[in-house]
């Protein structure tokens, strides 16, 4: 466990190393944020996926190449450039498979991803047999080791990161175009596949950076969780690319420092777990589609066409004594007119009590209030408009109006009222108070 | 150059039974355009793995099988749900929820090293080489464990997929026809999904399991390429991924002595194997390969010329001013290039529609009745575009040359008799009798 004073150390940014590892690691997490937005919207998410399995051959190549020519193998340009290339090639498998064949995108994925893989698998293979013993390096790129990173690592990452942050930046408004409306940007004259090619190219960069940091195969998470986190929390593009980097940048910066302290711990496996528990987060709590707020959203919308049942069934039973005596009813009267359960119809009738619709002058009667009786008249007002409107506008059979009108009502705007009732008015004068056009049923 | 030995022969049999065992429900997988659901899966069984190692303390037990399955279930589970709670694109959907379960699988596996002998490159490479020196005796039979377990589970999903032959194929193709012939095509959604996940856990001591996705997408991607019935697909992946169980094992020990070195991991050379597999179908499948389709077009292309030479020729002797055409005759009234032209020349020469003189070339008797046919659509189609259709003549003639080439004889009848008796074109030149 680590003691008060390693935490100490950390958390004050004691060492050079923790200070630049960290830096360097946040940068990539905010690039990645970045990048994902765009991939999410584009829903090009697993892309990554097959990109950043795809750089294992070019690693192993690389370094049987290095050796091959004299070096150690393990300087980390000539392997971030192997990487490169085979993701670049993978990319272009991906999209050469896709074009010449039947085959559909997520086969086209899935053969580049585990072919390439396998090739890479087969070239480690051989690396492991040289007799240098300098392979062992190379399982960082798989699994990533960030506690591990040297100074020099570190600014090769956090420099990349930020000039493919910046250059995002700079190319906001044409990736925004490229991802709403391909076509309209194409007819604007604008070098759409370019600007797919150089969206893709940046992730592959990405990609290949990060490899080291959270390893290969959890890349792609940066790339994917912090964008769809980032959904949840607006509508608008760009404040979505900046929380989406915010988040990834803070997931790298906690799962960084955690693995600092708990050396047991892979670096890449914590980044990714903080990135889902921000997920997780925004996902319940987001007020962009968050699961609470379509829940509440969800529960008042229900609340409020169950009370409008209430008063417009209390009225009709009224309507249907001749509006003879108080509006009231009695519980069994009230229980038979809609499939409601006592339980419900009960909680119902206390919310209205509460909000002062209804009295209970007796025992199991229910009376509509002053304020409940002119609410009743407003509700049912609407729906017989509409169903006098549905019957006359949309040819509907009587029969059948009641069910549709129930749904509409509730979602009428008073300016959609007012505008029906003088079409009404004009239609029929003698409808100041429209009646029921079907038996009430009671 | 190299022994084999019953040692290799085994290694082979365990890649074999479990490449199968992928292939086959791969097919479902490639066929409902869910291949990336089979890479989700094989990651996500990590923490499956890892809790009933942690738990059980040893690597042959059904805790292991239980927990794999559960995983996978809840994999697909989990994208479901986020993508309908949360509104997320489902491929991203699963995306977040794989490499989460990767990244808890990584961690438990780094938090279990300590008791249990088990590591995450063994998961993700898998030891095919070090299966036969665990060999088991069973009715009578001694195969290494490996092969057991895969062999197993090789004949479930054999029998499963016969068993649900007719709701695999439907559900697969069209889930609403599936649904109003009584067929619950969730369950068998969830049935595949079980499937998959058991196939990997079975797979990934032989081949690891991130290259068991190779064993599961691409025969199936290979087989799809050579056939459009599911049954043909489904025999020939898995006709497929044996072979590629066989040369990956025999490359694996052989080609890296070429560069000075004893050999490499046999898993994977199966998936490099496999994807030469792919490559070649993708070029050279009979009917959807890049080379096929190359052919055909530049085939029809030939074709055309060949007639369009014919025509020229025809041309030439029904204005009586050469009997005898020669090359640059030809690249002037074509205007296609001089290679083109010879092809098709050599061709018409060799089906003895032309002969040779030394003037020139000169139509046969055969040659001449083709060519008629040619022109006789050629003006038929004019006069046709011309009474019918009123479009201009500059138009009429483009029409024409293009149409010539695909209209029967049958069509030319038809035309003759929609324009009337006419015995010329629009530019007075006589149409040929038939």
């Known amino acids: 466990m680590p003691t008060l004073d390693d935490l100490l150390r950390l958390l004050t940014l004691r060492d050079y190393n923790t200070r630049v590892v960290l830096l360097g690691t946040m940068l990539l997490g905010w690039a990645c944020g970045m990048i994902g937005s765009f991939l999410l919207l584009r829903k090009r998410s697993l892309m990554g996926d097959a990109i950043s399995h795809a750089t294992l051959p070019g690693i192993a190549g690389a370094f049987m190449l290095m050796v091959a020519f004299g070096g150690s193998g393990k300087s980390l340009p000539g392997l971030l450039l192997g990487a490169l290339l085979a993701g670049l090639l993978g990319m272009v498998s991906v999209v050469a498979i896709r074009g010449l064949s039947r085959i559909k995108e997520d086969a086209a994925l899935g053969i580049v991803l585990s072919v390439y893989f396998g090739i890479g698998m087969a070239l480690l293979g051989i690396v492991q047999k040289y007799d240098t013993g300098s392979a062992a390096g190379l399982q960082a790129f798989i699994y990533g080791k960030t506690a591990s990173m040297l100074d020099s690592d570190a600014w090769l990452i956090g420099i990349t990161a930020a000039a493919v942050a910046l250059l995002c930046a700079m190319l906001l408004k044409e990736f925004t175009l490229l991802c709403f409306d391909q076509a309209f940007a194409g007819a604007q004259g604008w070098p759409v596949r370019r600007l797919d090619l150089l969206l893709m190219g940046m992730v592959v960069v990405v990609t290949v950076i990060g490899l080291q940091a959270v390893g290969l195969i959890l890349i792609i998470a940066l790339l994917i969780i912090p964008p769809a986190a980032a959904r949840f929390w607006t509508h608008r593009l760009w404040r979505m690319v900046i929380i989406s980097a915010a988040i990834g940048a803070g997931s790298s910066l906690i799962g960084a420092a955690a693995s600092a302290l708990l050396p047991r711990l892979p670096a890449g496996a914590l980044i990714v777990c903080v990135a889902a528990a921000f997920f997780l987060a925004s996902m319940i709590f987001g007020p962009c589609g968050g699961i609470l707020v379509r829940l509440l959203q969800q529960t008042r919308l229900h609340r409020k066409v169950a009370r409008q049942h209430l008063l417009r069934g209390l009225y009709e039973v009224w309507e249907s004594r001749g509006r003879q005596g108080p509006p009231e009813a009695d519980w069994h009267t009230m229980l038979a007119m809609r499939s409601w359960k006592a339980g419900r119809l009960h909680r119902l009738l206390r919310q209205a009590r509460r909000r002062g619709h209804l009295t209970m002058p007796a025992p199991l009667t229910y009376r509509l209030t002053e304020r409940g009786l002119a609410e009743a008249r407003r509700l049912v007002h609407n729906h017989r408009l509409w169903e006098i409107y549905l019957i006359t506008h949309a040819d509907m059979a009587a029969s059948r109006v009641d069910r549709d009108a129930d749904k509409l009502e509730h979602v009428l705007e008073p300016e959609v009222v007012a505008q029906l009732e003088r079409e009404l008015a004009r239609q029929h004068p003698h409808l100041a108070t429209p009646h029921s056009p079907h038996p009430l049923e009671s | ?434």
Request: proline residues 3%; aromatic residues 8%; hydrophobic residues 50%.
């Open chain 2, 1 to 434: 150059m190299f022994d084999w030995r019953m040692f290799d022969t085994w290694i082979v049999v365990v890649g074999a039974f479990s490449a199968m065992a992928c292939a086959l429900v791969g097919c479902f997988l490639v066929m409902r355009r869910m291949s990336m659901m089979g890479d989700a899966i094989s990651h996500a069984v990590l923490p499956g793995l890892a809790a009933a190692y942690m738990f059980t303390g040893s690597r042959e037990s059904g805790v292991m099988f239980l927990g794999a399955a559960a995983v996978g279930v809840l994999t697909a589970l989990f994208t479901q749900s986020i993508h309908r709670w949360g509104k997320v694109e489902e491929s991203a959907a699963m995306g977040v929820v794989f490499t989460t379960l990767f990244a808890i699988g990584l961690i438990l596996i780094r938090q279990a090293a300590d008791h249990v002998d088990l590591d995450a490159e063994c998961v993700l490479q898998g030891a095919i080489e070090m299966t036969p020196t665990d060999m088991r005796t069973f009715l009578g039979l001694a195969l290494p464990r490996a092969a057991w377990v895969s062999g197993s589970v090789l004949v479930l999903n054999l029998g499963l997929i016969t068993l649900f032959w007719k709701e695999f194929k439907i559900s697969s193709f069209d889930p609403a026809l599936a649904t109003t012939q009584g067929i619950n095509a969730t369950f068998m959604h969830y049935l595949l999904m079980v499937l998959v996940a058991v196939t990997t856990v079975a797979c990934f001591e032989a081949v690891g399991s991130i290259l068991v996705i190779a064993m599961l997408i691409v025969p199936a991607a290979t087989a799809c390429l050579l056939s459009e019935r599911l049954s043909t697909v489904i025999v020939v992946s898995v006709l497929l991924a044996a072979a590629s169980a066989f040369l990956g094992h025999l490359s694996a020990i052989t080609l890296p002595r070429l560069v000075g070195f004893s050999d490499t991991t046999t898993a994977g050379m199966m998936a490099s194997v496999a994807g030469a597999f792919f490559l070649v179908a993708l070029l050279a499948a009979p009917r959807h390969g890049v080379i096929s389709k190359l052919l055909t077009r530049l085939n029809l292309s030939l074709r055309i010329v060949s007639e369009d030479l014919l025509g020229i020729l025809y041309r030439l002797e029904e204005e009586g001013k050469m009997p005898h055409a020669d090359f640059p005759l030809f690249a002037h009234a074509t205007g296609v290039s001089t290679w083109r032209i010879r092809r098709a020349l050599a061709r018409l020469r060799r089906s003895r529609l032309i002969v040779r003189h030394q003037s020139g070339f000169a139509l046969t008797d055969s040659g001449r009745e083709q060519a008629r046919q040619i022109l006789r659509s050629h003006r038929l189609w004019e006069s046709y575009i011309d009474r019918l259709l009123n479009a201009s003549s500059h138009s009429q003639h483009f029409t024409a040359e293009r149409l010539e080439h695909v209209t029967d004889a049958s069509t030319r009848e038809a035309l003759a008799k929609a324009i009337g008796l006419a015995a010329q074109d629009p530019q007075g030149k006589d149409i040929p009798e038939n």
